[in-house]
C-alpha cells in the first residue's frame, strides 16, 4: 500500500492548488492529508477499470490521465483528459457504485486517491466539501450534455473544429506529437480515417495550417462557426 503523504507547508500549498480543497482551512487540509493516498503510474497504465468496486475519488496532481470506455467491438471512447488539478470517479465516491469508466495514465503521473470511505468522513466532518462535489458534478453534467449534443449534432469537422477550440485556450497551436490522430479519434468518437479528412476539409477552408510537429489555428471564428 502506497505511503501516506507528509503533512507540511508544501503539502497545504498543493492542497490548496487543487479545486476540491480551495478555501480550506488549515485544521481541514491536515485531515484531507492524513487520508490521501499518493500513487504513482507510468505511461499507458491502467489505474482502475469500469465496473470494479468503488475505487474512491481520484486528483491528478501531475502527468496526463484519461477517462474512457470501450465499445463491445474495442474500439476506445475518451470521455476526457485530466491534468494537474483534475479529479475524476466523484460519483461511485459518493453514491458508493461501480467505477463508470476506466481510467489510465498517458504519460507517467502521481495521482492521489481518496477512499470513499474516508471522503464521506470528511463531508460529514466539513459540510463545506458537500457544496464542492455538488458543483463539480453539476459542470461534468454540462460537459456531458454539451458531448452529447456534439455526437448527435455535429459532423466529424464540427467535432474536430470545437476539440481544436478547447485544446488550444491558451494559444493558436497544438502539439502532433502530443495528439495523434487515434487520439483524436477516441476523443470525438469515430476513427482516424474520418480524422484525417476532416482535418483536409479544413485545412482547405483555410482555418488551420498542419506542419510536420504542429497543427496552427488561422481562423478561430471560423472552426466556431462549425461548432
Given amino acids: ?19 476540491y480543497f480551495r478555501g480550506l482551512d488549515d485544521s481541514a487540509l491536515e485531515s484531507i492529508a492524513k487520508v490521501i493516498m499518493p500513487c ?7 489505474i482502475f477499470w469500469e465496473d470494479d468496486a468503488n475505487a474512491g475519488l481520484h486528483l491528478v496532481v501531475k502527468g496526463l490521465c484519461k477517462v474512457y470506455r470501450i465499445s463491445e467491438g474495442g474500439r476506445e471512447h475518451v470521455l ?5 488539478g483534475d479529479s475524476c470517479n466523484e460519483v461511485p465516491a459518493v453514491d458508493g457504485g461501480p467505477n463508470p469508466a476506466n481510467f489510465a495514465a498517458i504519460e507517467d503521473s502521481t495521482v492521489w486517491v481518496i477512499s470513499g470511505e474516508a471522503l464521506t468522513d470528511l463531508r460529514q466532518q466539513y ?7 455538488i458543483n463539480n458534478l453539476a ?47 477516441a476523443h470525438l468518437g469515430t476513427v482516424r480515417e474520418m480524422v484525417g479528412r476532416a482535418f483536409r ?17 488561422l481562423d478561430r471564428e471560423g472552426l466556431e462557426e462549425l461548432t
Avoid at 201 to 217: C, F, N, T, V, W
Fill in 80 to 84: 476526457a483528459t485530466l491534468g494537474p
Fill in 127 to 133: 459540510p463545506e466539501l458537500n457544496e464542492i462535489i
Fill in 139 to 185: 459542470m461534468r453534467c454540462r460537459q456531458l450534455v454539451q458531448r452529447v449534443y456534439n455526437l448527435s449534432f455535429l459532423s466529424v469537422t464540427g467535432r474536430l473544429a470545437a476539440f481544436l477550440i478547447q485544446q488550444t485556450d491558451e494559444g493558436d497551436q497544438l502539439s502532433r506529437r502530443q495528439w495523434t490522430q487515434d487520439e483524436i479519434a
Fill in 40 to 46: 504513482r503510474y507510468k505511461a499507458n497504465e491502467p
Fill in 1 to 19: 500500500m502506497p505511503a501516506q503523504i507528509s503533512i507540511n507547508g508544501k503539502t497545504k500549498s498543493l492542497l490548496r492548488s487543487v479545486p
Fill in 201 to 217: 476539409e479544413l485545412q482547405y477552408a483555410e482555418l488551420i495550417a498542419i506542419d510536420r510537429h504542429r497543427i496552427e489555428i
